[in-house]
């Protein structure tokens, strides 16, 4: 038996899959979002490389905490709760969509993304995503793969704390 999974989990470690296992390597992309400061931080080649202001949800349930993964990604994303096109300026989602799977949705229900209210950024005002400015999500949508990992949490750690804590950042 043994020798029938070796060459199964020798090609699963190596596959593209792999990012999608428990946590980042080091080195690895990974986004980490602090309701307490209401801040994003992303983690890269072993370093903080950015922290930017974000808006949460209006209550701390509202935006689920843990591990989850990127799995879907979207320019000009289109809101369909009010049926509002993408590149539309009353379109509350802004210029791009990063989707994660929490609680067990697909991506297409909690996400990091723009806004078109740009004064609530760094307050506690959605209803479970996590919003930044157009221009900020605009720069990251690049350096965020599918796959990445993404810590959301409510801490008074410092991002590079749980970076080294989660595995992208050699201790």
Not at 66 to 76: M, R, Y
């Amino acid at each position: 038996m043994i020798k029938i999974l070796s060459p199964i989990l020798f090609a699963f470690f190596i596959s593209p899959l792999w990012p999608l296992g428990p946590n980042p390597l080091p080195g690895d992309p990974f986004v980490i979002v602090n309701k307490t400061t209401n801040e994003l931080a992303l983690i890269d080649e072993n370093k903080v490389q950015t922290v930017v202001s974000v808006g949460t949800g209006k209550t701390k349930e509202l935006t689920p905490e843990g591990l989850f993964t990127i799995t879907v990604k979207a320019e000009h994303p289109y809101y369909r709760r009010k049926d509002i096109p993408g590149g539309d300026p009353r379109n509350p989602l802004g210029s791009r969509w990063i989707g994660f799977d929490a609680d067990e949705t697909d991506g297409r229900i909690y996400g990091i993304h723009g806004t078109n209210q740009p004064a609530s950024i760094g307050r506690y005002v959605s209803q479970g995503c996590i919003r930044t400015q157009n221009e900020v999500i605009s720069s990251l949508y690049p350096l965020i793969p599918l796959g990445t990992k993404i810590l959301v949490t409510s801490t008074s750690k410092s991002f590079e704390q749980l970076a080294k804590e989660n595995g992208a950042i050699n201790k």
